[in-house]
């Protein structure tokens, strides 16, 4: 039967313990001085050596041979306690053992001395899912337990630990292990299972474990039975789903040239490659942060953990771009980010992004205004700019100009253009809730409202065609007005148009509007009644 990696390389010593020097360093010395401590608290993220060093803890306290605070694993306490076969070890998992009673029945166990080890030591992982009766059992024996007693709690989410149960612990956090950690640790087992790989296949292998090494050693494990016993870059990319870096490369470049064509072509590949989008969208943040990080800093070793060959890609690049466009495209990825963990449709919102971080005019931010101005001065500077009348193009392609239907509404906002206002944040927020991600982040772009007779207009920028394409399809328009409706309790027949499509009424029509008392009156009144009026209002 096959053995998972991470099981047949778990850590024996604690020299094997990989990124966690800061801690192994600070046991050992304990073990030395002979102080060690009564309750301990290993907190970090999955798969980053906590429980494994508990159980190196827990043999170098008790060997009968150590060397060099080491656990000797040849002793006969040593043995037993890797082959679970002392009594005097014990491993709970809080996940399933959380009740009370769990706890009562291990505080009677510590009163009895230890049966072959020098120290009783209960390692309880995953300690936070503990209910909160099972904290306040083991408080009291955290608080004056035997000396031959040592507890090492082992959790994930420290913030939910009680206060009165850490105050009674010494605590080590264990750091995300490095990708030049992670990158040499699975060379090294490579090597020993003799496996054939690619350097930037491990260093893929590594970024993707986000600083897990149980997790990169569980990919390695795939990708050794999908390449059969040889790793390739390209395998590791198909296996985990992931963008090839050239590809990346060359994504990020029509983003910088503003090739909107182009980015939504290499978006369209990805999908159609089955690609998971919210992938590519960190993959996308992960690189342009590597540009940002080629700006500003020479000393990339310890920053970007890439190949040498792929950081001088990257700096080449990063010559192309500036620091504001970075900071722009950085932030529209980043809301992206948020807003497609919850997105029905992600393909839409990616390519809603496509457009804002290829097109600056799509975008309202602070940095697109500075690209825009910068992208107005470059054409300037070049001479490329001719200003064509609608009257040239009419004689120059001898056709009929297109006459726009013109929208009229009222100038003056009126109560329902308050109403409507006041209540969109609450509108978003309930689309936000639907899921329905692509609506709300279109409707998000809106810049005006107006109301002429029963009619809502939801006004948009000129250069917003695409987000009036695509809302105003009668499905997407009868949820929103069906929204509207929820949220308000009013009925409006929603129109989508763009800034160009609306003017305001003329005067001529407003003075007509003002008061229509008189023209009512002379439909029902004689001429001659009229003439009174006008003579009693001379006198």
């Known amino acids: 039967m096959h053995k998972a990696l991470y099981r047949v390389y778990r850590p024996q010593k604690f020299e094997d313990v990989v990124g966690q020097e800061h801690i192994t360093k600070t046991l050992r010395n304990q073990i030395e001085n002979n102080n060690i401590g009564h309750a301990y608290l290993f907190s970090g993220t999955r798969g980053t050596g906590k429980t494994s060093t508990a159980k190196i803890f827990a043999r170098a306290v008790n060997c009968l041979d150590s060397i060099e605070q080491e656990p000797c694993n040849e002793c006969e306490v040593c043995k037993d306690i890797l082959h679970d076969n002392i009594m005097d070890v014990v491993e709970i998992d809080a996940a399933s053992n959380n009740s009370v009673d769990d706890i009562r029945e291990l505080r009677e166990n510590v009163k009895y001395s230890p049966t072959k080890a020098k120290y009783k030591v209960y390692i309880i992982d995953e300690v936070h899912m503990l209910s909160q009766g099972a904290f306040n059992a083991l408080l009291k024996t955290l608080e004056e337990p035997p000396s031959y007693v040592i507890f090492i709690l082992a959790t994930t989410e420290p913030h939910k630990i009680p206060a009165t149960i850490l105050s009674r612990c010494q605590r080590f956090d264990f750091k995300r292990v490095t990708v030049k950690d ?165 393909r839409v919102v990616a390519e809603v992004t496509m457009m804002k971080i290829a097109q600056p005019m799509f975008d309202e931010s602070k940095e697109a205004l500075i690209k825009r101005i910068e992208n107005l001065e470059n054409a300037i500077e070049s001479g490329n700019i001719k200003v064509t009348t609608v009257n040239e193009v009419v004689d120059n392609q001898n056709i009929e100009p297109e006459i726009k239907e013109e929208i009229e509404y009222e100038d003056v906002k009126s109560e329902d253009v308050k109403l409507i206002e006041h209540s969109w944040k609450n509108i978003l927020k309930s689309i936000k809730t639907d899921k329905n991600m692509p609506v709300y982040a279109l409707l998000g772009d809106v810049r005006n409202f107006n109301v002429y007779e029963s009619a809502l207009y939801l006004i ?7 987000a009036k394409t695509r809302l105003s399809s009668p499905e997407t328009i009868d949820y929103i007005q069906n929204k509207i409706r929820e949220i308000i309790n009013r009925s409006f027949n929603v129109k989508i148009v763009l800034k160009s499509e609306v003017k305001n009424i003329d005067l001529e029509i407003k003075e007509k509007s003002k008061d229509k008392g008189e023209e009512i009156l002379k439909g029902i009144v004689s001429e001659d009644v009229l003439e009174v009026k006008d003579s009693i209002d001379k006198n």
């Not at 994504?251 to 503003?258: E, F, G, P, V």
């Not at 919210?278 to 500003?296: A, E, G, Q, S, Y």
């Open 182 to 346: 992670i990158t040499s640790r699975m060379k090294k087992i490579c090597v020993e299972e003799n496996i054939e790989v690619e350097e930037k296949a491990l260093n893929l292998i590594a970024r993707n474990s986000q600083g897990a090494l149980r997790d990169a050693l569980s990919i390695l494990d795939q990708c050794i039975s999908f390449g059969d016993n040889k790793i390739e870059y390209k395998d590791v990319v198909e296996l985990l789903g992931t963008v090839n870096v050239e590809q990346l490369f060359d994504l990020a470049q029509y983003i910088i040239n503003q090739d909107t064509k182009e980015s939504l072509k290499i978006l369209n590949e990805f999908i159609v490659w089955g690609k998971d989008i919210r992938n590519l969208i960190n993959d996308l943040i992960d690189h342009f942060r590597n540009l940002m990080i080629c700006k500003v800093s020479t000393d990339l070793d310890e920053i970007i953990s890439l190949p040498e060959e792929t950081i001088e890609q990257l700096k080449s690049q990063a010559d192309t771009i500036n620091n504001n466009d970075l900071i722009r495209i950085l932030n529209i990825l980043s809301t992206t980010q948020d807003n497609i963990k919850t997105a029905s449709n992600p």
């Open 460 to 466: 948009f920028d000129d250069n917003y065609g695409f």
